[in-house]
């Protein structure tokens, strides 16, 4: 049985890609009433407002709270934690290391989840600890890729994850919201200016997807002296480049200075 300590938005994006694929003993604990009552009425999934009853019930525990909640839930549940547990952390900027000192064990897992996992397209991130084992990593892969796609990465890799997967859906949606905007300004509806935008996006996403570099794709529109050129101009002039790769990192070390608290 999957246990999830937090039956928030990203914790029910997991539990319906798990359901679409037929693991449905699943068992969900929150404070909230209100949010077991709509998981159970969606899904079907058992339900508890204890913490200690998932542990007793479930071998992976996926943690899906608030990282200034942890230790509140560390000290529920921290004295049930057995080795036939495997613990597997959502909470952003929880370092694996101090998961290890609040719930006294090896078989760990840090997950960067993002939010298109509630559309079933998102892209997790894992971190095994030192005493995970392989079959953990399996267990936690299979749980992840119900929600899109999963990369395995060493934990020093976590900020930049963060700064670019996890802030990266808001980083696409203000350029794609600045394009839709030029649309209107230039006299589109914003119906229109929107829908030509979102159809736009998604076919380049497909196209890099298939085989395209992001370099090939961009030659191939841009001839030269013309609109895609001049336009890609001012984008330079205005240091579009330098300004996106500034803020990715600026998030990154927000990150990092979030994890040390």
């Given at each position: 049985m999957?246990g999830?300590?937090?039956?928030?938005?990203?914790?029910?994006?997991?539990?319906?890609?798990?359901?679409?694929?037929g693991?449905?003993?699943?068992?969900?604990?929150?404070?909230?009433?209100e949010?077991?009552?709509?998981?159970?009425?969606?899904?079907?999934?058992?339900?508890?407002?204890?913490?200690?009853?998932?542990?007793?019930?479930?071998?992976?525990?996926?943690?899906?709270v608030?990282p200034?909640?942890?230790e509140?839930?560390?000290?529920?549940?921290?004295d049930?934690?057995?080795?036939r547990h495997l613990?597997?952390?959502?909470?952003?900027?929880?370092?694996?290391?101090r998961?290890?000192?609040?719930?006294?064990?090896?078989?760990?897992?840090?997950?960067?989840?993002?939010?298109?996992?509630?559309?079933?397209?998102?892209?997790s991130?894992?971190?095994?600890?030192?005493?995970?084992?392989?079959?953990?990593?399996?267990a936690?892969?299979?749980?992840?890729?119900?929600v899109?796609?999963?990369?395995i990465?060493g934990?020093?890799?976590?900020?930049?994850?963060?700064?670019?997967?996890?802030s990266g859906p808001?980083?696409?949606?203000?350029?794609i919201?600045?394009l839709?905007?030029?649309?209107?300004?230039?006299?589109?509806?914003?119906?229109?200016?929107?829908s030509?935008?979102?159809?736009t996006?998604?076919?380049t996403?497909?196209?890099?997807k298939?085989?395209?570099?992001?370099?090939?794709?961009?030659k191939?529109?841009?001839?030269?002296?013309?609109?895609?050129a001049?336009?890609?101009?001012?984008?330079?002039r205005?240091?579009?480049?330098?300004?996106?790769?500034e803020?990715?990192q600026?998030a990154?070390e927000?990150?990092?200075?979030?994890?040390?608290?």
């Open positions: 999957i999830f300590i937090g039956g928030g938005n990203m914790a029910e994006a997991v539990i319906s890609g798990l359901f679409e694929r693991r449905k003993d699943v068992l969900v604990s929150d404070r909230r009433a949010r077991l009552s709509h998981l159970k009425k969606r899904f079907g999934v058992a339900t508890t407002s204890d913490n200690r009853e998932v542990l007793s019930s479930a071998d992976v525990i996926v943690l899906a608030k200034h909640d942890m509140e839930v560390a000290a529920q549940i921290g049930l934690i057995s080795q613990i597997v952390s959502i909470a952003a900027g929880v370092r694996l290391s998961l290890s000192e609040l719930f006294g064990t090896g078989r760990l897992i840090r997950v960067m989840p993002n939010l298109p996992a509630t559309v079933g397209e998102g892209m991130v894992l971190s095994p600890a030192g005493g995970a084992r392989k079959k953990d990593l399996d936690a892969v299979k749980i992840f890729s119900s899109g796609e999963v990369m990465l934990e020093e890799s976590m900020d930049v994850v963060t700064a670019l997967s996890g808001a980083f696409f949606a203000y350029y919201e600045a839709a905007e030029a649309g209107v300004r230039m006299g589109l509806s914003a119906s229109e200016a929107l030509l935008t979102l159809q996006a998604l076919g996403v497909k196209m890099l298939e085989g395209w570099s992001p370099e090939g794709l961009r191939g529109v841009t001839s030269p002296g013309g609109t895609t001049e336009g890609l101009y001012w984008l330079e205005n240091s579009l480049k330098a300004a996106v790769k803020a990715v600026a990154a927000r990150a990092a200075e979030l994890s040390r608290r």
